[in-house]
């Protein structure tokens, strides 16, 4: 395995951690479940608050509410396979941006 596709590796395991852990956050803090409806509920300060959250726990929602809707509706392989390359393609951009944010810090070689 060549250090390129390590480092992308480590990326796209970092952004699906983080994604898992800001919405876990977010869930200990308010007992509720995040959602993309947090952008169409409420003012316009908390839609605005609420973004940076979404940006960051995306891919794990794009998952979460991908297997919640194939289990209740037999969802098609297409649309499954669709949704999981859009959460990777997330995670590992959002792994970057938090691998290159770390190493800027001097706190990754």
Same mark, same amino acid.
């Given at each position: 395995?060549?250090?390129?596709?390590?480092?992308?590796?480590?990326?796209?395991?970092?952004?699906?951690?983080?994604?898992?852990?800001?919405?876990?956050?977010?869930?200990?803090?308010?007992?509720?479940?995040?959602?993309?409806?947090?952008?169409?509920?409420?003012?316009? $300060?908390?839609?605005?608050?609420?973004? $940076?959250?979404?940006? #960051?726990?995306? $891919?794990?929602? #794009?998952?979460?509410?991908?297997?919640?809707?194939?289990?209740?509706?037999?969802?098609?392989?297409?649309?499954?396979?669709?949704?999981? #390359?859009?959460?990777?393609?997330?995670?590992?951009?959002?792994?970057?941006?938090?691998?290159?944010?770390?190493?800027?810090?001097?706190?990754?070689?």
């Amino acid at each position: 395995m060549t250090p390129h596709s390590a480092q992308m590796l480590l990326a796209l395991a970092l952004g699906f951690a983080v994604a898992g852990l800001c919405s876990s956050g977010y869930q200990l803090f308010t007992a509720r479940l995040p959602s993309f409806s947090l952008l169409s509920t409420g003012a316009r $300060p908390a839609a605005l608050a609420a973004l $940076p959250l979404l940006m #960051i726990a995306a $891919p794990f929602l #794009i998952m979460r509410n991908t297997f919640v809707g194939e289990r209740q509706t037999r969802g098609r392989f297409q649309f499954v396979f669709m949704a999981t #390359i859009v959460a990777g393609f997330w995670s590992l951009m959002s792994g970057q941006v938090l691998v290159m944010a770390l190493r800027a810090c001097g706190l990754f070689a």
